[in-house]
């Protein structure tokens, strides 16, 4: 993958994250690494432009830390720079919008090389395109490889769709809340608006930093606070209606009994 080169035009002087220098090394470093040509990876088709990846990965590749990573990701994806196609709990499959604007396809490249050179080509000297497509095949071999390990005794996890990720009581570290565990969590609390009540955890757990879970205390920790505002009747009406001026106190109170706990 460190073979060839990419397109990089003046035009990003003026970029909105020119100036932001994580933004700047991880959006370069993102084009570096995406596929010139859809390849099959994992049995899995990763398409011109895409890439495979993670937040622990970037931040080891591009020497930023997992915290610059997350937020340059966000930025990244709030003005449509890059997208998300798939999120595992292996990987991240992340998409550059705008690849094939910027990034002249090989074929193209090499047509408008060969019409300028036609006269002067020699049947004897490989062109500069020739070596580039040699390396590239040579590449292509070497990702093709998957490189994640698959047990052949443990079926692989389905993806997930992360809905949430919530900070842990460690450093840098967060909990994923999949949109499957919400959707299983809807029935059992039928009273709750679940998405809005785990917004409301969040945001407590926000103002409370000292009080964060364990990654694995995190789970239990959001179904004792669901239970809660079950017990107390649900959340439902009072979020339709916009009209609760006591979800704060309430809040608070719900998280003081479920700490209460443990």
């Known amino acids: 993958m460190n073979q060839g080169w990419i397109k990089l035009h ?4 003026a970029w909105r994250w020119y100036r932001d220098i994580p933004c700047k090394v991880l959006f370069v470093h993102l084009v570096l690494k ?3 040509e859809d390849r099959v990876w994992c049995k899995e088709v990763i398409r ?3 890439v495979v990846t993670g937040r622990k990965r970037l931040s080891e590749e591009t020497g930023l830390s997992e915290q610059q990573v997350r937020t340059a990701l966000a930025k990244l994806h709030e003005t449509g720079e890059i997208s998300t196609i798939k999120t595992t709990n292996k990987y991240t499959l992340l998409s550059i919008e705008k690849y ?3 990034q002249a396809s090989e074929s193209d490249t090499n047509q408008r090389t060969n019409q300028r050179t036609n006269q ?5 000297q490989p062109t500069d395109n020739h070596k580039q497509e040699l390396k590239n095949e040579k590449n292509k071999r070497k990702e093709d490889r998957c490189s994640e390990p698959v047990s052949s005794s443990k079926p692989q996890a389905p993806p997930i769709t992360a809905l949430f990720e919530i900070p842990t009581n460690r450093k840098e570290e967060v909990f994923v809340l999949s949109q499957e565990q919400v959707n299983e969590w809807k029935p059992t609390y039928p009273a709750v608006d679940v998405v809005q009540e785990i917004r409301r955890a969040m945001a407590w757990l926000d103002a409370n930093p000292t009080r964060r879970k364990t990654r694995r205390g995190m789970k239990p920790f959001l179904v004792r606070w669901l239970s809660k505002a079950q017990d ?10 916009n009209t609760d001026p006591e979800a704060g106190r309430r809040a608070e109170a719900m998280a003081k009994e479920i700490l209460g706990h443990g």
């Open 10 to 13: 003046r035009e990003i002087l």
């Open 34 to 36: 995406a596929n010139h």
């Open 48 to 50: 011109r432009g895409q």
């Open 100 to 102: 094939d604007e910027f």
């Open 120 to 124: 002067q080509a020699t049947s004897k």
């Open 232 to 241: 107390r009747g649900g959340n439902r009406v009072s979020a339709e209606k």
